[in-house]
Structures are given as structure tokens and as C-alpha cells.
């Protein structure tokens, strides 16, 4: 039986071909912000970087073993799928499939039908054999596995709590911080967590009360809200993990358009969990800005305020790697695609990563934030100089200078603040 408005029409995300319903109009390339809710089960096309950096992680941790010993299988879930986009590109653009356990939950029947339908429409084709894995899950109605993913209709957190995972990602509508706990609890020993929140006005600071209630933070909507966003969410996660005897160590965070978006590592480890709050911290508003353990003044928080990348796997999130792996290719192009929607998929798959891998080392240890138009002011000039011009001044005084993924032009540096202000002077 087809789904209600079957087929819609098709969408390329990566390698892998989405059937959008009909109300959904074709999305343009490149979008920004959070798309309009169309009805159940909408693809939101701002969403698509966060997905080619989730395959793209997941293959790294195939490809270098850095989550389970080498030729072992990952349990991995998507808790809250809608229609499947995720999963299916796992499971589709992902090395290694023999590896992969994936399972793809959501309360919406109807979105799952939708994904399931466009999973079978377009079947992977390596011919590898699936076994359900029915023992993993205590529901009342069992999963359904087709071509590597098992289909589950079900609470997310009775999902979690009664069966182990070793990945987990959370792209919720809004805020994550419901579904924390159970993730975090649901993880093996080792695993990975990656977690979405939209709700920017309480991490950026702008909603007051809902940033107290669900962060326990206070956040300052100025040049660096976006970066404290992406602490706050660490913070949080941080301090649940320790609750339960784990350590949380960021592999990837960061702010894209709407939303925030966090990759992290947790081990189970009591003595490093202990040690948790020794990252928590402040953002002082002093110029320049500088994290205390205590507020004063000015300031945004508790946070986290250690390293927010894994110098080693981001530095592996490059162009070369984002196209090798989730670009096109001629047979996945649909039917009615140009050279300019090829054109343009590919670039979208260019941006997905752009700057990661130049920043990954500064991001992983102490660094220095600049915001461009902010230290044009603090400099006193008038004309800022181009990031190619500071770049070259700082290294040329043996300091390292990294552009930085972020909404707004801001770069990275273990210079220190008169420094880079002597440097935007002399390179006006």
C-alpha cells in the first residue's frame, strides 16, 4: 500500500534520492534558516550539512576505528527520523555497511511510511544479508528491517532506555534537553551522542526565561551568542554525563544558519567524569572577552569552555573527503537535474565543510575568538583588512590564524588580543 501523495517529487541530498510530498516545494540550493513546517513528516533542506557531516563521521569512525575495535558492528539509531533522510544516507553513502546496525525510530506512521516507501524505491543493491535484530527491542510491535534499516514505530526514549546503543543522534523539533538523560543512559560504554537543538533564542540569549529554564544558562546577544550556543549545549550535556559516570569529549560542535549542533564522545569513566566541572565556566565580556570559572561583570553562561573539536577527526572533515564521499554521482543525478542543479549539490556539499578542517587544530586546545567587525572597532580603523591579509600578519609573528565556520566572518588564533590588534592596524 502507497503512502498518501506517493510519489511527490525527488529531491537529491547527498547520493541519496528523497521523495518530497507534493505541498513541499523544491528546494533551492543552498537554503538558510529554518524551513516553514509544511505537515508531518517535511524535509527541512537547511538541515542537509548536518547530515553529510553525521555520514561523513560515522565513516571516519569505520575507516579509523576510533569507537569500536576493528571489524566490530555499530548499533546506531536515529531516534527521532521523520522520514528516514538520515538513516538512509547512512546506510546508502556509508563504507563498510557489513558493519552498521542502523535503526530508524519515529512516533509518525505516516512519515515512516514514507520513508520506508522511498527506501524501497530506491534500493542500495550490495546484495548484503540482513538478520532482524528483534532481541534489541522490548515493544509491542517489532521492527520491520528492509535493505539494512530497521523501521521502528515507537517513543524514542522507551527505545533508548531498553536497548544499548553505541551512536545516537537527536534532531529534535526545538530543544534536546527532554531527551538528554535517556540518550546518554541508552549509550554503551563508548559511543557517540550528536545532538540538535533549533530553539536559538534561549542559547543565544535572547529568551531569557527559557534559557534559565531548560540550560540553567544566561546568554548576551552580541557577535559570539552563537559560539556561547554551542558551550551552553556542551555544558548541559557535560553535567548530565557525569551524572552517569561519563566523560564528554567534543568532536565536532558548531553553529550552522539556525541551529546548533554538537558531535561529542562519551566513555564511561568515573575518575574522568569527576573532573567534569573543570570545563565549566563564564564568558567574561571584557575586552577582549576571557572564560573565569566564577561570573562578573558582563557575562554569559556556565558553559563549556575547553575544546569544542577533536583535532584529529575534524582535521580529517575536508572538501576532498565531503565530495569523495557524498557528491553525485551520474546515476543518482533525478531525471529533471541541469548542470546547474549538479553544479550547485556539489557546492552545497563544499560549504557542509568548509573551514573545518583548517580550524580543527586551534578549535581542540585554548584559542582566541575574533569576531571580523568586532576587531575593526576595537582596532580603531576604519577599513578591516581581509581574513588572507590578518592571516598572513599573524603567522608571519609565528602565530597559528584559522577561519572559523560561523554565521558571521570570525577567525581562530593563539595570538593573543594586542597582537591581532597590531596586526589589523598595520595590515589596513
Known amino acids: 500500500m502507497e503512502p498518501e501523495g506517493w510519489p511527490g517529487h525527488i529531491w537529491l541530498e547527498g547520493r541519496t534520492s528523497v521523495h518530497l510530498r507534493d505541498h513541499q516545494t523544491r528546494p533551492s540550493h543552498m537554503p538558510r534558516g529554518p524551513a516553514a513546517k509544511t505537515g508531518e513528516g517535511f524535509l527541512n533542506p537547511a538541515m542537509a550539512p548536518a547530515r553529510t557531516r553525521s555520514v561523513m563521521l560515522l565513516a571516519d569512525a569505520l575507516e579509523h576505528d576510533w569507537l569500536v575495535s576493528e571489524g566490530k558492528p555499530i548499533r546506531i539509531l536515529d531516534a527521532l527520523c521523520a522520514t528516514g533522510v538520515r538513516p538512509r544516507r547512512w546506510r546508502k553513502e556509508v563504507p563498510h555497511q557489513e558493519r552498521l546496525r542502523i535503526t530508524a525510530n519515529d512516533l509518525d506512521s505516516d512519515a515512516l511510511d514514507w520513508g520506508r516507501k522511498s527506501h524501497q524505491t530506491h534500493p542500495i543493491g550490495d546484495d548484503i544479508e540482513w538478520i532482524p535484530e528483534t532481541s534489541r527491542f522490548s515493544l509491542p510491535q517489532e521492527g520491520i528491517v528492509e535493505d539494512g534499516i530497521q523501521w521502528v514505530k515507537g517513543d524514542a526514549k522507551k527505545i533508548m532506555v531498553d536497548s544499548p546503543f553505541q551512536w545516537i543522534d537527536l534532531d529534535p523539533f526545538g530543544s534536546p534537553?527532554?531527551?538528554?538523560?535517556?540518550?546518554?543512559?541508552?549509550?554503551s560504554r563508548i559511543g557517540v551522542l550528536e545532538v540538535t537543538a533549533t530553539d536559538t533564542a534561549a542559547l543565544c540569549g535572547s529568551a531569557k526565561t527559557s534559557a534559565a529554564r531548560r540550560y540553567g544558562s544566561v546568554g548576551i546577544t552580541d557577535s559570539y551568542m552563537h559560539d556561547d550556543a554551542t558551550r551552553i549545549l556542551l555544558g548541559v550535556i557535560a553535567r548530565i554525563a557525569a551524572m552517569h559516570d561519563k566523560s564528554m569529549h567534543p568532536i565536532l560542535s558548531l553553529f550552522d544558519g539556525h541551529h546548533v549542533r554538537v558531535s561529542v564522545l562519551l566513555k564511561r569513566s568515573k575518575e574522568v567524569a569527576s573532573n567534569?566541572?573543570?570545563?565549566?565556566?563564564?564568558?567574561?565580556?571584557?575586552?577582549?572577552?576571557?572564560?573565569?570559572?566564577?561570573?562578573?561583570?558582563?557575562?554569559?553562561?556556565?558553559?563549556?569552555?575547553?575544546?569544542?573539536?577533536?583535532?584529529?577527526?575534524?582535521?580529517?572533515?575536508?572538501?576532498?573527503?565531503?565530495i569523495k564521499l557524498c557528491a553525485g554521482r551520474d546515476a543518482d543525478y533525478p531525471a529533471d537535474w541541469n548542470d546547474f542543479d549538479i553544479e550547485h549539490s556539489q557546492r552545497e556539499i563544499e560549504r557542509t565543510v568548509r573551514h573545518i578542517s583548517e580550524s580543527a587544530d586551534l578549535l581542540s586546545k585554548e584559542h582566541l575568538l575574533v569576531a571580523i567587525d568586532d576587531v575593526g572597532i576595537a582596532a580603531g580603523i576604519g577599513q578591516i583588512p581581509s581574513m588572507k591579509k590578518i592571516k598572513s600578519g599573524l603567522e608571519n609573528r609565528g602565530f597559528k590564524m584559522a577561519h572559523c565556520q560561523m554565521p558571521e566572518p570570525m577567525f581562530a588564533t593563539d595570538a593573543d588580543w594586542e597582537t591581532v590588534l597590531e596586526v589589523v592596524r598595520s595590515a589596513e
Do not use: C, K
Not at 534537553?177 to 549509550?187: C, E, G, K, R, Y
Not at 561570573?295 to 576532498?320: H, K, L
Open 177 to 187: 534537553v527532554n531527551f538528554l538523560d535517556t540518550a546518554i543512559q541508552s549509550i
Open 276 to 322: 567534569w566541572s573543570q570545563n565549566i565556566g563564564y564568558r567574561i565580556r571584557s575586552s577582549p572577552y576571557h572564560f573565569a570559572e566564577q561570573p562578573s561583570g558582563n557575562y554569559s553562561g556556565p558553559m563549556w569552555i575547553g575544546p569544542i573539536f577533536d583535532a584529529e577527526i575534524a582535521g580529517r572533515m575536508t572538501v576532498e573527503n565531503a
